[in-house]
């Protein structure tokens, strides 16, 4: 099957801070790509989708200002988390889709925790 | 707004015992259902998808789910689970017009005892 990879796979930061976490579809182009976040014992909760160059498109209630979501290759998106705040910690998860409405394959996850 | 409700957050099983977890969705329209394993320490994984054509979908590792479009279900079944199958289940489901975005369900825990 195609893989999705993240990088990096766990971060610590300080309060105040901004974090990059990158996305890559290995051996497919991804012209679609979706971030998630995932709380401790809960769903997956979408906050953004973004295709190929072109903006990415935010849930309601996601901070586009706080969360950017870069696309800008078929095989690499970026989230940057902005100023980031203990509120912040979470894990997140990307997917890549060959196309919208195509199966999506997920990344491994990042867990990012904000002191 | 679209929903997806998973009835079941924890369940526990005897290896051999069957299993059935619940998938209920609310969308009037044409979607598509999915349901992912996510195994202690990795990624997501598809386990089986239903797009159209028989409702009775059989995917990887013995699972299957049924498609029963005038109940909004999509229920997730194995006859005989293995204590490998202990694991977090997700339906999802992805409503033709969203442009391939995934709703998720709240996650079943399934913990299946030797």
């Known amino acids: 099957g195609a893989v999705v990879s993240q990088h990096p796979s766990r971060v610590i930061c300080k309060s105040g801070t901004s974090v990059k976490i990158e996305c890559r579809s290995l051996?497919?182009?991804?012209?679609?790509m979706f971030w998630y976040r995932q709380f401790p014992k809960k769903s997956l909760m979408l906050m953004a989708t973004s295709n190929e160059g072109s903006k990415a498109t935010y849930e309601q209630g996601v901070e586009k200002d706080k969360f950017l979501i870069n696309h800008a290759s078929l095989t690499l998106s970026t989230l940057t988390v902005t100023s980031a705040h203990p509120e912040d910690s979470s894990f997140y998860i990307c997917?890549?889709?060959?196309?919208?409405?195509?199966?999506?394959?997920f990344g491994p996850g990042t867990r990012l925790t904000v002191l | 707004a679209q929903s997806v409700s998973q009835h079941n957050h924890h369940v526990i099983l005897s290896e051999a015992a069957s299993l059935e977890l619940g998938c209920n969705y609310s969308y009037g329209g044409t979607v598509n259902l999915f349901w992912y394993v996510q195994y202690p320490g990795q990624h997501l994984q598809l386990l089986l998808k239903?797009?159209?054509?028989?409702?009775l979908v059989k995917g990887i590792k013995g699972f299957e789910a049924e498609f029963i479009k005038s109940k909004f279900s999509f229920n997730l079944r194995k006859p005989s689970v293995q204590w490998s199958d202990t694991a977090e289940y997700f339906c999802?489901?992805?409503?033709?017009?969203?442009?391939?975005?995934?709703?998720f369900g709240q996650g079943t825990e399934l913990s299946v005892k030797p």
């Open positions: 239903y797009f159209s054509g028989d409702p």
């Open positions: 997917s890549a889709s060959m196309g919208a409405g195509d199966e999506q394959f």
């Open positions: 999802a489901v992805n409503a033709g017009n969203q442009g391939g975005k995934l709703i």
């Open positions: 051996d497919f182009q991804a012209t679609t």
